[in-house]
């Protein structure tokens, strides 16, 4: 079986400040991992991926994640928030056989 | 520009009725997807199409119906059976085999059903 866990639901930060979104997963089998991004009333845009290779993955607007075979974790990270990063942030799961999605941790950018 | 578009964006719906979503692609993506999300709760999978004619049901398919008998539509009927459909519906398509690893899904803008 395959699941994920996102291991914070909310998340607020101050524009400026570093944030870290925790992701555990569970397989059997090797995956590929996502994080997707989730604006207001909007549907989903794809952050970043580990597919192979280095475990530090970059993406856009200054996210980075890395992923870790040990702890089974692809934790999502940004050095300095802005305002517009408040969203819903997704991590998600592929094995070629399924897609499984965390539930979400909501960040919540404050001036 | 290639996207998925999908509508109506906000539909209400009483109890008894069955309501039709829309969605389009054209991308020239083979296989798309509908998926269900609630507060707290992911995504989670009601169906999806890998070919013209064909589709599959995903964790929660009871209560939906769907069709695909053009590569870029994808409509999802939300029934009567549907004992608590209120929920944002997206729609997603990816080139390949569906869920083939690398894949990366795409997806529309959603649309939020209302039950009265």
């Known amino acids: 079986a395959q699941s994920v866990t996102q291991l914070d639901s909310q998340v607020p930060v101050f524009e400026e400040a570093p944030v870290e979104l925790r992701c555990n997963y569970s397989s059997s089998v090797s995956v590929y991992l996502f994080w997707y991004v989730q604006y207001p009333n909007q549907g989903l845009q794809l952050l970043l991926k580990?597919?192979?290779?280095?475990?530090l993955v970059k993406g856009i607007n200054g996210f980075e994640a890395e992923f870790n075979k040990s702890q089974t974790s692809f934790h999502l990270r940004k050095p300095s928030v802005h305002i517009s990063d408040t969203a819903e942030y997704f991590c998600a799961v592929s094995n070629d056989y399924k897609l499984s999605f965390g539930a979400g941790t909501t960040v919540t950018v404050r001036a | 520009d290639g996207g998925i578009t999908q509508s109506p964006k906000y539909l209400f719906r009483k109890e008894g009725q069955n309501v039709t979503l829309s969605c389009e692609q054209n991308?020239?993506?083979?296989?798309m997807y509908w998926y269900r999300q609630d507060p707290g709760q992911g995504l989670r999978l009601i169906y999806y199409s890998q070919i013209v004619n064909d589709f599959q049901k995903g964790d929660i398919a009871e209560g939906y119906s769907v069709s695909r008998e053009k590569k870029e539509s994808f409509p999802l009927t939300v029934t009567s059976a549907q004992k608590n459909p209120t929920a944002f519906y997206l729609c997603a398509s990816s080139t390949g085999q569906a869920f083939s690893g690398a894949n990366v899904l795409t997806f529309g803008a959603g649309s939020r059903l209302t039950v009265l």
């Open positions: 991308l020239n993506h083979d296989a």
């Open positions: 580990y597919l192979s290779g280095s475990t």
